[in-house]
């Protein structure tokens, strides 16, 4: 196995950055998760649009042109081998001294490292059929969630907080009892016809997979409400799921200890879920 760190590709075992790099102390850095299936890279302009858009709002150059980074993601998964997967994109302002302000960009290169790893998709297959349960945390985070970055804590302890209690992931709930979103997941409800899924624009990430599913919706011609939802309305909801780049829609049997309608997982997002990939670029 190998991995790309700034330019080579290094064995896995011996693959290292920097002790300063300021993603490692800091957490000064974006990254990106996309699903591979079938040696395709599942909706991957929308992924480096994203990561883009986390590097300008963090003021971190882009460390190669869209194309570049490109090859070297097909590259990394040909290398690996990787037919069925995921491949990890993250990029840091670089290592420097340790000072809370930025370094001189002319003085310090963004570290760009490119991991691919195989996936077996029969297990998210066997997960998505039996369904998740998800136990609800109080928000914590920080107010830009919307950028994609290393940051994770918050998601760690609460997605620690979900395995604890036997759940496979966690729903962070605002003061005013709101669900933002999941621990690493875009969270959805069905409410009699309507598909429910908060605005994108306020305390979320604008999931990938959220905007690829909307594109779904719009072409099956199924109801569509854009808002937030209490993490009580979800407990009395028809169906509800989550949406990632590692889970594609997955359905929501249980929410803390109360079953999401029969407590079996839904038929809307069971068939949303096969007709996904045909829609994916
Ligand atoms: N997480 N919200 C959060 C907080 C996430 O971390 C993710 C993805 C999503 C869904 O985004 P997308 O559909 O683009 O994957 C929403 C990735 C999979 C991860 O951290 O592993």
Known sequence: RVVYVNGRYVPYRDASVHVEDRGFQFADGVYEVCEVRNGRIIDESRHLA?????????????PMADAALRLVMGETLRRNRVRNGLVYLQVTRGAAKREFTFPDPDAVAPTLVVIARSVDPAIGEAVAQAGIRIVSVPENRWARVDIKTIGLLPNVLAKMAAKTAGAREAWFVDRDGFVTEGGSSNAWIIVGDALVTRHAEHGILRGVTRTTLLDLIAIEGLRFEERQFTIDEAKTAREAFVTSATTILTPVVQIDDTPVGDGKPGDIVLR????????AE
């Open 272 to 279: 949303l879920r096969q007709r996904f990939h045909d829609i």
């Open 50 to 62: 994203r990561m883009r858009r986390s590097l300008k709002e963090l003021s971190i150059s882009f």
